[in-house]
């Protein structure tokens, strides 16, 4: 094993001893969802649970499992963990080990594509809360701007772990013989430019006017205003889309439209488009909601929904500027 581990790499990067330990014990529960998503055929817990979540979704069973893993197993240098799952921040400020950070996750992201054996994930976001905290809600709506690392994990033909703490993003694979996280990929960067879009399509009646004009004006391929053919992938699990324009470029577009307007978008401020936008702009790309940087979006509770455009920096100019024509 030549390559570096996980805590090699973030020691070598100079990152605060408590932030390793917590980056630790979140790799440790990734590997423990991982074997659980793997196993879930055999186990029969790849369905549906009768529980429905603070959004409304009916749980998969394995929402749920991985929501318990987590919150099990993360804990070290933990003031509070808020999670996708659960309605109410679980504050840990009396727990042995507790410390300053809070971590925003998505136990399970893509879930929809458990029971057919595509790639989900879990997604990370972490934050250190500077003064002593006061145990209220309100001090957890921190915008992503104040992320100090996020990530994600994928469960794929491997699972991977893909981490940022400041210095670009880095990619990990799961060793299954040594069951260590070793460095695959140093420095994932995306392509300022791109000819691959990822959008869920059969939303297209519903969409504003500019994600419709800029997806039209895409297929219009080389005889159109874009002058080059695009290709498109939608893989219904935003880790498997990221994952994808991290390692080869793209744009991933979730946006506002008149189906999901009511609840400000589909997927999460707080542990899906920050931690993502983070990764996303440590990789040299951009994530905007159309209407500024999802970064700098002000949060005002857990689980509110935003309007997701990211990807290779120069396409998400553009989508911008369609929206501000
Ligand atoms: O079903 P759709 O419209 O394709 O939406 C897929 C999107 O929903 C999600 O599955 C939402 O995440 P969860 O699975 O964590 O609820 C994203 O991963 C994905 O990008
Ligand atoms: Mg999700
Ligand atoms: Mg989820």
Redesign the pocket.
């Known amino acids: 094993m030549s390559q570096p581990t996980l805590r090699k790499q973030l020691t070598t990067q100079t990152t605060p001893d408590d932030l390793i330990r917590l980056i630790e014990d979140i790799a440790s529960a990734c590997r423990r969802i991982g074997d659980e998503v793997r196993h879930g055929a055999f186990a029969g817990i790849l369905g549906a649970a009768d529980s429905k979540n603070v959004q409304g979704?009916t749980q998969k069973e394995l929402d749920v499992i991985s929501d318990e893993i987590f919150a099990d197993m993360v804990s070290s240098g933990v003031a509070a963990l808020v999670s996708?799952e659960v309605e109410t921040v679980n504050w840990l400020v009396d727990a042995p080990n507790a410390g300053q950070f809070i971590v925003y996750y998505?136990p399970?992201?893509?879930?929809?594509n458990l029971d057919v054996n595509l790639s989900v994930g879990t997604i990370f976001s972490i934050v250190r809360l500077t003064t002593d905290v006061a145990r209220d809600d309100t001090t957890t709506r921190i915008p992503g701007t104040e992320q100090i690392a996020a990530g994600y994990a994928i469960y794929g033909p491997s699972t991977q772990l893909v981490v940022t703490v400041g210095q670009g993003v880095q990619a990990y694979t799961h060793h299954p013989g040594s069951g260590e996280f070793l460095l695959t990929t140093p420095q994932m960067r995306i392509p300022e430019q791109t000819s691959e879009f990822a959008i869920?399509a059969s939303?297209y009646d519903m969409w504003e006017p500019p994600v419709r004009a800029y997806i039209d004006d895409c297929l219009r391929g080389a005889d159109g205003p874009r002058g080059r053919k695009f290709n498109m992938r939608?893989c219904?699990?935003?880790?498997a889309?990221v994952h994808r324009i991290l390692t080869r470029g793209g744009v991933f577009l979730?946006p506002k439209d008149s189906g999901n307007a009511e609840q400000g978008g589909?997927?999460r401020l707080m542990y899906?488009a920050n931690p993502m936008g983070l990764l996303v702009e440590a990789a040299g790309g951009a994530a905007s909601t159309g209407a500024g940087r999802i970064l700098e979006v002000a949060p005002t509770g857990h689980h509110q929904r935003v309007a997701v455009i990211l990807g290779s920096r120069d396409e998400v100019a553009l989508i911008d500027d369609y929206h501000s024509r």
Not at 236 to 239: E, L, Q, R
Request: proline residues 0%.
């Open positions: 979704e996708e998505d399970l992201d893509g879930s929809s869920n939303r939608w219904a699990s935003m880790v889309d979730y589909k997927l899906e």
